[in-house]
Structure formats: C-alpha cells, structure tokens
C-alpha cells in the first residue's frame, strides 16, 4: 500500500486552523519591516483573526497600512530542529472588525475559544478584532514540499462559512451535551492528549477545537466538510475510530 499523495492546500489549511501563535509583519510609518508576536485564531472561512491593542506597534501600523505577512508554525515543529515542522507565512491585509455586528460577535468568540486567557483584557476599550483577508500563502513543509497557494484554495466558501458560523453553537452544544465521553475519547486516543475535562471550543469546516480548561487542542476532519450537515457521519467515524484504539 502506498501512501497518500502529498496535499499542499490540506497541509497548509491544516497548519492555518492549528496554529495559536505567530509572527507577524507590518510596516513602518517609514516603510520598514517590523516584526512581533501575536496569538491567532482563524474565522469559519479560514482567514486569521488577531485581537489588538491600539497601544501595539503592529496595530498603529495595521491602522495605516492593512498589508501584512503572519508566519505560522504546526504545533510540534517549536522542538528538536526547528526547521523540521510544516510552515505557513499568510500574505494578505489586515481590516478591524468595528461595531456590534454579528461578525464581530463571531470573531470574537472564536478568538476567545481558542484563547481563553484574552478574556482578561478583550473588554478594555484599547483591545480590538482584526481580520486578516488571505491572499496568498507560502508553505514549507519539508524537503521539496514548498508550495506557494492561492487564499480562495484556504478560505472555505463564503456560503459554507456562513453556514458553520450560523450553526456553530449548536454543534458545539449538542457535542458536549450529548457525547462528552466520545469527546474525551477524541481527546485522548485521536490527539494523544492527557484525560481530561475535556469538552469541544469551537467547530469550522475544517475540524474542531478541543480544550480541557487548561489548554486547546485541535481535531482535524479527514476533509473539508462542505455543510453542517455533514458533520453528522464524519464525527460518528472519528468516533469509531477513537474507540477502534481502545
């Protein structure tokens, strides 16, 4: 049997949807490149989501000029070589999310569930949502596995995006609610994860997130599911095969 061939567009959303933390690059006032740490989410489409200080050097920058790059690492490449783990640098332009809309409402959630420590800061009236609209992305993710890949390959559709925006609390309840030891099973088996508390955060075409109160952890879906409706038959197979390593 052989494997699989490799999938940049899976590799590199898988990479996008997974990482919590990364570089980002704005420019000066003067046009010069500068560079800090940010922590990330993403929206259901796929497009990242920062929550910025007006007080930060990369918002006054933002502010002025929305072109950006943010470099992401898959979680596990931090170790060992640092060179070894899948890499994606995201170019695109930064907008803020302004006023009570439900998008704003949306993004902010989504940023909160996969960092709950925000909370703490996220009302202060200096702390804002901005959106990072992809349009391109730079994948390294190994030996001869560098891919440059357009934003609409990353950004799931507007009209599915919608739809799991839309359905997403309910998904997330009626999981936890009805099938928290399959979440933990998940957790534990799927992610190779302590036991836990563990409940799901978030859910997006692409998979869903899972936290213990401690930390969060992503379950990636086999393939991009194209409506909430979907979801029914592919949580049931990552069930079985949760159970299946028993």
Do not use: K
Not at 141 to 153: E, K, L, S
Request: charged share 25%; glycine share 10%.
């Amino acid at each position: 049997m052989t494997d699989a061939p490799f999938d940049p567009i899976a590799a590199a959303r898988a990479v996008l949807r997974a990482a919590s933390t990364g570089s980002l690059a704005t420019l000066g006032e003067d046009g010069a490149p500068f560079a800090s740490l940010v922590t990330v989410a993403t929206d259901a489409a796929g497009d990242p989501l920062l929550m910025v200080s007006r007080l930060a050097v990369h918002t006054r920058n933002l502010d002025r000029d929305g072109r950006c790059a943010l470099l992401l690492v898959a979680p596990g490449g931090e170790g060992g070589d640092p060179l070894a783990g899948a890499r994606l640098t995201v170019e695109g332009r930064a907008a803020r999310l302004d006023g009570e809309s439900a998008d704003l409402a949306h993004a902010r959630g989504r940023f909160l569930a996969r960092h709950p420590e925000a909370e703490g800061y996220a009302a202060f009236a200096d702390f804002g949502m901005m959106r990072v609209a992809t349009d391109r992305a730079h994948l390294v993710a190994g030996f001869g596995r560098i891919h440059t890949i357009a934003g609409n390959d990353l950004r799931a559709g507007e009209d599915v995006a919608a739809a799991f925006a839309a359905a997403e609390a309910d998904v997330v309840g009626h999981v936890n609610e009805g099938h928290a030891d399959t979440v933990r099973l998940w957790a534990t088996r799927l992610l190779g994860r302590p036991d836990g508390a563990w409940t799901v955060v978030a859910a997006d075409p692409d998979g869903l997130d899972l936290s213990d109160g401690e930390s969060v952890v992503r379950l990636a879906f086999p393939a991009r599911q194209g409506a909430p409706a979907e979801l029914r038959a592919t949580l049931r197979d990552l069930a079985d095969a949760a159970r299946a390593r028993g």
